[in-house]
Nanobody, 128 residues
């Protein structure tokens, strides 16, 4: 069974950093754009960042631009989300997701409906 497995979440103070990882199990996701979403208590799941299948293109939500960096290592079949200068409002469960289709370009207009496989989520709590 194909799964996306996130790790790296935890508790951090405001201004701190965390790096999330997403490692698919059961198959490779090379060729697929990958994304990170988050869902805070009582709120809708929202887009955070996406990276193209090659890693050459990225897209970010305005709320995280300049603080978060998405990347991928296709040799390790892993996607990362480096989160710096964390704020209490970044507190949420973070989900990794895989594109429904292959070789998508561009990725700048991707939204939740474009992703077809989701991980179980990893919680991030930022204390003030």
């Amino acid at each position: 069974q194909v799964r996306l497995v996130e790790s790296g979440g935890g508790l951090v103070q405001a201004g701190g950093s965390l790096r999330l990882s997403c490692a698919p199990s059961g198959r490779t996701f090379n060729g697929y754009a990958m994304g990170w979403f988050r869902q805070a208590p009582g709120k809708e799941r929202e887009f955070v960042a996406a990276v193209s299948w090659s890693g050459g293109s990225t897209s970010y939500a305005d709320s995280v631009k300049g603080r978060f960096t998405i990347s991928r290592d296709n040799a390790k079949n892993t996607v990362y989300l480096q989160m710096n200068s964390l704020k209490p409002e970044d507190t949420a469960v973070y989900y990794c997701a895989a594109d429904k289709g292959l070789w998508r370009q561009p990725i700048t207009t991707m939204g939740r409906a474009d992703f077809g496989l989701w991980g179980q989520g990893t919680p991030v709590t930022v204390s003030s």
